[in-house]
C-alpha cells in the first residue's frame, strides 16, 4: 500500500472539510493506495501529467487533486471545496504550482 505525502496544507485543508466529505475523500484515496481506481475521478491534465481529481459529492462539492505515478507514494497537492461549476482558476494554479515543487523535489540529488 502507498503512503500518502502531503504537498502544502492540503492535509489541512482536506481536515476542513465537513465530516461526511472527509470520510468520502479518505475511503478513495484509500483505494488509489491500494492501486485501485477511486470511484468518483477524472484526470487533469491542465494541472499536470498525472494529476487526476478526486470528487466528492455531498450536497456540496469537494475536490482533491492527487499525483499517484510514483513509487514512493500519493501526493495530494490540493484539497478544497469547490464553489461554481469550472474548477476556480486560483485552485488550478495552486494544484499545478504544487506539481511542478513535487517535481523539483525529487530530482534534488541525494547528498551523503
Known amino acids: 500500500m502507498k503512503t500518502i505525502l502531503w504537498v502544502g496544507s492540503s492535509l489541512d485543508d482536506l481536515k476542513r472539510f465537513p465530516a461526511q466529505a472527509r470520510r468520502l475523500a479518505g475511503f478513495q484515496l484509500y483505494l488509489a493506495q491500494q492501486g485501485r481506481e477511486p470511484f468518483d475521478q477524472k484526470p487533469m491534465a491542465s494541472v499536470g501529467a498525472g494529476v487526476y481529481e478526486i470528487r466528492v459529492r455531498t450536497g456540496r462539492e469537494h475536490r482533491l487533486f492527487y499525483l499517484a505515478k510514483f513509487a514512493e507514494g500519493i501526493y495530494v497537492l490540493h484539497a478544497f ?26 530530482r534534488k540529488p541525494l547528498r551523503g
Open 81 to 106: 471545496e469547490k464553489k461554481a461549476q469550472r474548477t476556480a482558476t486560483k485552485d488550478l494554479e495552486l494544484g499545478r504550482a504544487r506539481y511542478f515543487e513535487v517535481l523539483r523535489h525529487r
